[in-house]
């Protein structure tokens, strides 16, 4: 997908990714319908059980389900690390984590505990699964490229990451809440937003960047160091959090660190070699820009809302990318798989999802965005900003939806029968 050489022998089923991307924007919906069902205040304390629910239903439903998703189809193709039985794998990972996300959000949006202990058993397959797997395959890896080296740090922090959060799931049930609970979910955040979802996007990003925009290649510095330092700054940041020690110079280099890779992503894409226009384009550049500006508002606290810096890295940042790349990879692997089975006569790339009905999805993306953060000083608005998150999600969908299903209608055909694309 991202490099020469690229066979079906590497890349695993179509279907294996697609079906990851499909549920994400599903529960993208069902996580916009939260904010026109409970209250405010509710749903925006990062302490309720609400927010917690709504928090995950996000991170898991949405961000690990395409994360997931797309790993599974990179993996091969950027490290040569070929998942066996990939439809197995798909199947067991994907099933788990729908049902673990909804069990867990739900444990806490109506209060059943029993939910929590269903939601642990099936996240800890998926997660068990899933980084078991890519970790034992990314360390075999000989030729090491910067994305693999992310890859593998972005794997280990994913781990640890469920770790933490199967330790502090079982607190919630055990009611062992002591003085350190809070430094663990602290510590669980940082794993995530740092290490699961941003050393992800940063490796990855080495690669898509130059290559599917042409583009110049991000600085060695940022490539080689970058990850590495995010990465033993995380184990650093347990020791602050756990001892009390102050995080302000921690904090501050989290903030350089990828204030300094948006910095050159943008610079790198408002200087590509081949300035034709691409949609996707958009996506990367809004994400790129909603980083810095999160990580403004983390470092002077501004508003203090912890509300304000979701929307604009979880929402804004990670999931504005996130779809860049799913509109990206969905034609591709389209086109990829069916010129590999004999298709000579096909739609290009950019016809497989129109580019004017990616558009209009992105709009309402921002919308929403913006509604969301208007909504922290006109409570009201948040009604407006779940309608626009909603639609955007089905816009999502659908687009999505309708690439697959013109890849499917072209497969049935006889790759000689050039009336199928008249």
């Not at 900003?385 to 006889?414: H, P, Q, W």
């Amino acid at each position: 997908m991202f490099s020469q050489g690229l066979s079906l022998n590497q890349a695993p089923s179509i279907y294996v990714p697609l079906r990851f991307f499909l549920s994400a924007p599903i529960f993208g919906v069902l996580f916009g319908a939260l904010f026109l069902f409970f209250p405010f205040e509710e749903i925006t304390n990062r302490y309720s059980s609400i927010a917690i629910g709504a928090v995950h239903l996000f991170t898991l439903g949405i961000l690990t389900m395409i994360i997931f998703g797309a790993m599974q189809q990179m993996m091969p193709v950027l490290a040569g690390a070929i998942i066996k039985k990939s439809k197995l794998f798909a199947w067991i990972v994907h099933i788990s984590l729908i049902l673990g996300t909804l069990s867990f959000s739900s444990s806490f949006i109506f209060e059943i505990k029993i939910l929590l202990h269903i939601a642990i058993l099936f996240l800890s397959i998926a997660f068990l699964t899933f980084f078991y797997t890519t970790i034992r395959l990314l360390f075999k890896v000989e030729f090491l490229t910067s994305t693999v080296k992310a890859m593998r740090l972005f794997s280990l922090s994913g781990l640890i990451t469920a770790i933490l959060g199967v330790y502090l799931a079982i607190a919630h049930i055990s009611f062992d809440i002591g003085l350190s609970h809070y430094s663990i979910v602290n510590l669980h955040i940082l794993f995530g937003v740092f290490g699961f979802a941003s050393l992800l996007i940063m490796g990855v990003s080495f690669q898509v960047i130059p290559m599917f925009y042409v583009a110049p290649d991000l600085p060695k510095f940022i490539q080689n160091k970058a990850p590495n330092i995010l990465f033993i700054s995380l184990f650093i940041s347990g020791i602050f959090l756990i001892f009390g020690i102050d995080f302000l110079i921690l904090k501050l280099l989290f903030i350089l660190i990828l204030c300094t890779f948006a910095f050159y992503g943008l610079k790198s894409l408002n200087n590509r070699k081949r300035p034709v226009f691409d949609i996707t384009l958009w996506y990367w550049k809004l994400s790129l820009v909603m980083l810095i500006i999160s990580m403004i508002i983390w470092l002077f606290n501004l508003f203090d809302s912890s509300f304000l810096l979701f929307i604009t890295f979880a929402i804004g940042f990670l999931y504005s990318l996130l779809q860049g790349m799913v509109y990206k990879i969905i034609p591709f692997l389209s086109w990829f798989h069916l010129s590999s089975k004999g298709y000579f006569s096909l739609p290009t790339i950019r016809e497989f999802i129109e580019e004017k009905y990616i558009r209009y999805q992105f709009y309402f993306h921002c919308l929403a965005v913006v509604f969301f953060i208007l909504s922290i000083f006109i409570n009201q608005m948040i009604y407006i900003a779940a309608i626009l998150f909603i639609s955007s999600n089905i816009f999502f969908f659908i687009n999505c939806f309708v690439g697959i299903k013109k890849y499917a209608k072209i497969a049935k055909t006889d790759p000689m029968d050039i009336s199928a694309f008249k």
